[in-house]
């Protein structure tokens, strides 16, 4: 630093706008999203100072409007992967050398520009590129977002003031490197603020990233580019490529810089990459992080004593809240039988108030399409299934139609098999699955909760009895790495709420918190001493 200890601006959570008739954010949004929705936009890769056409495209679709195009997208060969690679290396010493505040400074710059004139752009293009309703969006593209850069400069500034005792006659001291080599971050559909936080906040802690958006979340993440380099980062810091997978994945990790891994996306993918890592770990020059967010099969378990009205509100935003296309919504649910019945005609009730999925640009409706046809397709079977089977019953919902948008309605399945296809599954859509337990099997179903999925993301309990709280926080430890009580199992805010779960979720790491920043610095301890000794001999030797 040498000329100050710097303090960062104090971070706080970026207010959320209504988009009330006649606010002039629901104006300035809907104006932007018909340019979008009207335009055509080219988006090439970014790598080192150079835009990459290839010319081999795909298009881009709204998946509320699948045969309109928005634009198109440029395809990566091996060579430009070899070349994003390159341009990390080639800028690494630069922007590891870069003194922090002046790394802070960017994203600090960013997060403003998101809260500013990029915010109406950031949420039109999510709404087009995922199928996010105006408030979905706003909460995750513009405010989750900006809460990512905002607190994780004040988190890296903590993390750089932990600094070890010093003896007599010595200093010690501790600087947190960035990691030797370079980060590949993949990065999902479902959040634009995942998507621009996962090589953010590897790149602000000195590291130079590849970065892989989804496929379908490019149209967004032209905008968090665009952001990026409005708020002067340097060219080469984050480089971003589209295209097949596995062959950008094979490509980046056969290199020896290889030396991190910020992912977040499905279960499989990330066993499989770690297996790819190990196989070749006699490859790299130092041992990779690998840090991943995955799947989640998240609960709400109600005790009988629960409020059925606060029970059926956390279902239904739990699991129908961007057509429960989140890691954290909620797909099954455990209700006492003596207000099972209260709560799910509550629950029906409130589907049937809302309108029929449409799109976004539509600010009356609760529920547009999933992501795409795979998706789609996927749901159906399953809800196609729990029509046929004698131990499920669909009791709300169950219709699609993917002839204009991949419309799914929101699903209720009813089952008596607590082991049912659906409570065990990750389906990643707009269909919950409910069963009914004993209310003096409290305690069993609790258990039944822990053992029933892989995962173990998020989780909530319902009650108004302290002491059933109490034990299913005891019970549960182990099945959510967030754990709500009295509320959905959704909704985490960063700085308040630090993400991420164990067992088949990911490696818990915590993204919006300090513990994430960690994994991607290589501390070195100095220690100076001031007058060094220049006899070997100690007093003991008399």
Known sequence: MGKGFFQVPTAFNEPINSFAPGSPERDAVLKQYSEYYNGSVDVPMYIGSKEVRTGNTRTMSPPHDHKHTVGTYHLAEKKHVSEAIQNCLDSREAWANLTWEQRAAVFMKAAELLAGPYRAKINAATMIAQSKTVHQAEIDAACEFIDFLRFNVEYMTQIYEEQPDSAEGIWNRVEYRPLEGFIYAITPFNFTAIAGNLPASAAMMGNVVVWKPSDSQIFSAKVIVDVFKEAGLPDGVINVVYGDPVMITDTVLASPDFAGLHFTGSTHVFKELWKQIGNNIHTYKTYPRIVGETGGKDFIIAHPSAKPAQVATAIVRGAFEFQGQKCSAASRVYLPKSTSREILDLVKKDIASFNEPGSPADLSNFITAVIHEGSFDKLASYIDQAKKDSNAEVIAGGNYDKSKGYFIEPTVILTTDPKYTTMETELFGPVVTIYVYEDKDWSDTLKLVDTTSEYALT???????????????????????????????????????????????????????AQNLLRWVSPRLIKETFVTPEDYRYPFLG
């Open 459 to 513: 989780g909530a309990v319902l009650s108004k009895d302290r002491y059933a709280i109490d034990e299913a926080t005891k019970v549960l430890q182990n099945c959510a790495g967030n754990f709500y009580i009295n509320d959905k199992p959704t909704g985490a805010v960063v700085g308040q709420q630090p993400f991420g779960g164990a067992r088949a979720s990911g490696t818990n790491d915590k993204a919006g918190s």
